[in-house]
Nanobody
Framework: QVQLVESGGGLVQAGDSLRLSCAASGGTFSSYAMGWFRQAPGKEREFVATINWSGGYTGYADSVKGRFTISRDNAKNTLYLQMDSLKPEDTAVYYC??????????????????WGQGTQVTVSS
């Protein structure tokens, strides 16, 4: 059983930065593809970023490309999302997720097996 705990959310102004963290336990973090997703009020969950087991591959949604950076520290069992130049439309609950069935990476939430509880990010204009 894999447990994921996000942290680092908060209330910021447009143009500010935040770094989200996702601490993993109970599994073999270094072998999993990981992803970040978000869900705004009244909207469906959407893909934000994905990273393969080694960190050698990353992928982003067009809406965050060039502003957000996903990374991981396998020695610390931790996933990160650096968010720069934040916009009000980035306001959402952000979730990290682990894909434990050997996939390389994925933008599809259905391919992920474990999810954190989420952390709120609010960007004011």
């Amino acid at each position: 059983q894999v447990q994921l705990v996000e942290s680092g959310g908060g209330l910021v102004q447009a143009g500010d930065s935040l770094r989200l963290s996702c601490a993993a336990s109970g599994g073999t973090f270094s072998s999993y593809a990981m992803g970040w997703f978000r869900q705004a009020p009244g909207k469906e969950r959407e893909f934000v970023a994905t990273i393969n087991w080694s960190g050698g591959y990353t992928g982003y949604a067009d809406s965050v490309k060039g502003r957000f950076t996903i990374s991981r520290d396998n020695a610390k069992n931790t996933l990160y999302l650096q968010m720069d130049s934040l916009k009000p439309e980035d306001t959402a609950v952000y979730y990290c997720a682990a894909a434990t069935r050997g996939i390389y990476y994925s933008t599809n939430g259905a391919r992920y097996d474990y999810w954190g509880q989420g952390t709120q990010v609010t960007v004011s204009s």
